[in-house]
Nanobody
Framework: QVQLVESGGGSVQPGGSLRLSCAAS????????MGWFRQAPGREREFVAA?????????YYSDSVKGRFTISRDNTKNTAYLQMNSLKPEDTAVYYC??????????????????WGQGTQVTVSS
């Protein structure tokens, strides 16, 4: 059974940083595209960042986080990361990691992902 477990969330002041981790119980983690999404209260889940299974250089970001967030992966640890810098109050949300081996992967399409974690709360407030 596939499990994705996020960690690293918490409360931080504006301008601060957090690093989220997503530990995956996947036999062949390197075969999975990985994504991060977030959902704020009263809003739909939205794409944040993604990294392909073919190359760690193939990364994708939403316009709202580009230049501030960095997605990465360590295939030896079966873990994906989301480094979040220069955090803003509008980044407050529950952050979810997601995984898929789908050949028709659309990095920012929620329906492209087969597996989801339970989420970790990120709160940015002074």
């Amino acid at each position: 059974q596939v499990q994705l477990v996020e960690s690293g969330g918490g409360s931080v002041q504006p301008g601060g940083s957090l690093r989220l981790s997503c530990a995956a119980s996947l036999d062949t983690f390197s075969s999975y595209h990985m994504g991060w999404f977030r959902q704020a209260p009263g809003r739909e889940r939205e794409f944040v960042a993604a990294i392909s299974r073919w190359s760690s250089r193939d990364t994708y970001y939403s316009d709202s986080v580009k230049g501030r967030f960095t997605i990465s992966r360590d295939n030896t640890k079966n873990t994906a990361y989301l480094q979040m810098n220069s955090l803003k109050p509008e980044d407050t949300a529950v952050y979810y990691c997601a995984a898929t081996t789908g050949s028709n992967w659309d990095d920012r399409n929620i329906d492209s992902y087969n597996y989801w974690g339970q989420g970790t709360q990120v709160t940015v407030s002074s």
